[in-house]
């Protein structure tokens, strides 16, 4: 079986260490069959790769590679959690937040930035529920954040 970060690998991906957290939290916390993530932004190398409104500073294009650096950051804090995200069994939910201009209403084309990275790590295992939410503002400015949850084998 190829591991979700050798799927990731090949797709030119790298899952990243755990970002810090910005508050008073952890990363990641298991309870039973299932981790559930804190919310992640779009930080790489700990600095946000954009900041700004979505619609406005920032193009729907660019928000969807922070929704993929999101989920990116969310992947290292289950496999932190687990040690090995060959453990996970399936992707259950998604939660994506988009800092968003008046009148933007592309939420769920941004957060597919999310989903399409965990069906590229997990093939069918990674189809699962979501939300995609409008937000006046998100922690540092950032212009996406998102929470996964996922069921351990």
Do not use: W
């Not at 650096?69 to 939910?93: F, I, P």
């Not at 930035?113 to 922690?139: I, K, M, N, W």
């Amino acid at each position: 079986m190829v591991s979700p970060e050798s799927r990731l690998a090949e797709a030119g991906l790298e899952i990243p260490t755990v970002a810090a957290p910005v508050a008073v939290y952890v990363p990641a916390v298991r309870s039973g069959s299932y981790v559930y993530t804190s919310g992640q932004l779009p930080l790489r190398d700990g600095d946000l790769i954009r900041t700004g409104k979505v619609g406005a500073e920032v193009s729907p294009e660019e928000a969807y590679e922070c929704a993929q650096q999101c989920m990116l950051n969310a992947l290292a804090a289950v496999r932190a959690e687990l040690g090995d995200l060959s453990a996970v069994a399936r992707v259950v939910k998604v939660v994506g937040f988009v800092a968003s201009a008046p009148g933007f209403t592309a939420q769920p084309q941004v957060i597919n930035g999310a989903s399409e990275l965990l069906g590229t790590a997990f093939g069918d295992a990674g189809q699962h529920a979501r939300s995609a939410v409008g937000v006046a503002v998100l922690p540092l400015d950032a212009p996406v954040e998102v929470e996964l949850v996922v069921e351990v084998r």
